[in-house]
């Protein structure tokens, strides 16, 4: 069954530090999306994408945040730098394009962990 | 602003006992509602979607959940709850809009 893969599972860095979180959407999938969920909290959108470019974004994604697909396959989330309030499982969803019904399909996620 | 309220962030039942978790939403227009559930450690998996077709929509694991756009909402429920289905529970809505709108989460604990 066709899966969204992230990379890494979890990730150790230092305040200030650059970050990019890693995607794989499903490969016939055309709008993608980024989640963060910090610990013991509610799920909250950042960002999606579509045709290349952000259809959407959320206050939290500020210009500390950007996505890239660089290559047509992965789909990527850079903090440029980070602060220990982005400590959070970062999330990656893919949805297909038919339709206006299709659900989210989520990956298993990225912790980040700001030190 | 389209947005989901769920009610009780903990919910408790014992083991064969009927779970019922609430989901409210808000929506100017009529929505494609979604259930998730997140095992720890793991990321969303869909339980369940309404997508206006019927409104009862029976979904994995025994749950479904109920359109009732009278009181718009969309509770879901399971006869009989297993120690398996402790996990949280978010409710989600999208409209015609690229984007989803989650719940706070409820988490399910089921009692042995």
């Known amino acids: 069954e066709p899966e969204v893969t992230q990379t890494p599972s979890h990730q150790v860095t230092q305040m200030g530090q650059e970050v990019i979180l890693r995607c794989v959407p499903i490969s016939n999938h055309l709008y993608f999306y980024w989640y963060r969920q910090i610990l013991g909290q509610k799920v909250e959108f950042l960002v999606s994408?579509?045709?290349?470019?952000?259809?959407?974004k959320s206050e939290i994604f500020d210009d500390q945040f950007s996505v890239e697909r660089p290559d047509g396959s992965n789909f990527t989330l850079k903090i440029r730098s980070t602060k220990l309030e982005d400590s959070a499982m970062y999330f990656c969803a893919s949805r297909a394009g038919t339709g206006n019904t299709g659900e989210l399909f989520f990956g298993e996620g990225s912790r980040l962990t700001v030190l | 602003a389209q947005s989901v309220t769920q009610l009780g962030s903990h919910v408790s039942v014992s083991e064969g006992a009927l779970v019922l978790l609430r989901c409210n939403y808000s929506s100017s227009v009529p929505p494609y509602l979604f259930w998730y559930v997140q095992y720890p450690n793991q990321g969303l998996q869909l339980l369940l979607k309404y997508t206006s077709a019927a409104t009862l929509v029976k979904g994995i694991n025994g749950f479904e959940a109920e359109f009732k756009k009278s009181e718009t909402s969309f509770h879901l429920t399971k006869p009989s709850a297993h120690m398996s289905d402790a996990a949280e529970y978010f409710c989600a809505v999208r409209t015609t809009g690229n984007q989803f709108y989650f719940g706070t989460g409820t988490s399910l604990t089921v009692i042995p």
């Open positions: 994408f579509y045709n290349n470019e952000i259809s959407e």
